[in-house]
C-alpha cells in the first residue's frame, strides 16, 4: 500500500510569487491535513479536511492560504503571495478514522518550502 | 491550551549509550501520546504510542511509559545506532469538536557517533 506523497520535496520562490503544494493521501483514508514546521519550532497544525469538506481550518496562518481538496481525494495548498515567513517544512498527513484521541495519523516527507 | 515541552537538541551520543529524550505536555481530560521520528530526507513515522496512564509504548527498542502524575511521556532506549540518528517529535492526541487534534513538540535532533 503505498504511503502519502507530496510534491513537489522541495521549492524555492521569490516573495510575492505563488506556490502550490499537493498532498496524495493513503487511498481510502477520508481524512487529510496539513501541518507546517517552521524551522526548529514545533509542527503546527493547518487544517483538516474529511472527504472534500474543510473540518477544521483554525491553524490557518492568513488569507494568502488556500486549501483545497476537491472530490476528497488529493488536496493542494495554495500560497499566494508568499511571504518570506512563510519558509517551512509543509507536511501532510491522512487517517482512516479521526474521532478518537487514539487515531493514528500517516505523514508524507513533506515539502520544504524557501521564500527569498 | 493544549501544550507540549520537549527537550531542546541536539542530543550527541556515542554508539551504544543509553538514551532519554524528556517530553512533558499540558492538556485537559485524557489525551494519547506519541512519539513520532524523522529519519534524515524521510517523513515523520509513528515510532510508538500509549493511550492511557501507565501504559508503556514500545517498538525498535524504544520505550515510553504514560506518567499521569509527572505528566510525562519519556523516551528512552538503552543502547542507541547510528541508524537511530534522527529528530524526534513527542506529540499528544485529544479530541476536539468530535476530531482528534494534534499537538506536537519542537523536535528534538539526536546524533549517535560511532
Known amino acids: 500500500e503505498a504511503g502519502v506523497t507530496q510534491f513537489p520535496s522541495h521549492s524555492v520562490i521569490e516573495k510575492g510569487q505563488t506556490v502550490t503544494l499537493r498532498c496524495d493521501p493513503i487511498?481510502?483514508?477520508?481524512?487529510l491535513y496539513w501541518y507546517r514546521r517552521v524551522m526548529g519550532k514545533e509542527i503546527k497544525f493547518l487544517l483538516h479536511?474529511?472527504?472534500?469538506?474543510?473540518?477544521?481550518e483554525s491553524g490557518m496562518p492568513n488569507n494568502r492560504f488556500l486549501a483545497e481538496r476537491t472530490g476528497g481525494t488529493y488536496s493542494t495548498l495554495k500560497v499566494q503571495p508568499a511571504e518570506l515567513e512563510d519558509s517551512g517544512v509543509y507536511f501532510c498527513a491522512s487517517s482512516h478514522q479521526a474521532t478518537r484521541s487514539t487515531d493514528t495519523q500517516y505523514f508524507g516527507p513533506g515539502t520544504r518550502l524557501t521564500v527569498l | 491550551g493544549n501544550s507540549v515541552t520537549q527537550m531542546e537538541g541536539p542530543v550527541t551520543l556515542s554508539e551504544e549509550a543509553f538514551l532519554t529524550i524528556n517530553c512533558t505536555y499540558t492538556a485537559t481530560g485524557y489525551p494519547s501520546l506519541f512519539w513520532y521520528v524523522q529519519y534524515p530526507g524521510e517523513g515523520l513515522q509513528l515510532l510508538l504510542k500509549?493511550?492511557?496512564?501507565?501504559d508503556k509504548g514500545s517498538n525498535k527498542g524504544f520505550e515510553a511509559t504514560y506518567r499521569k502524575e509527572t505528566t510525562s511521556f519519556h523516551l528512552e532506549k538503552g543502547s542507541v545506532q547510528v541508524s537511530d540518528s534522527a529528530v524526534y517529535f513527542c506529540?499528544?492526541?485529544?479530541?476536539?469538536?468530535?476530531?482528534?487534534?494534534?499537538?506536537f513538540g519542537t523536535g528534538t535532533k539526536l546524533q549517535v557517533i560511532p
Open positions: 487511498s481510502g483514508h477520508d481524512n
Open positions: 506529540a499528544l492526541s485529544a479530541t476536539s469538536g468530535g476530531y482528534q487534534k494534534v499537538t
Open positions: 500509549a493511550t492511557k496512564a501507565d
Open positions: 479536511f474529511v472527504k472534500e469538506s474543510k473540518q477544521d
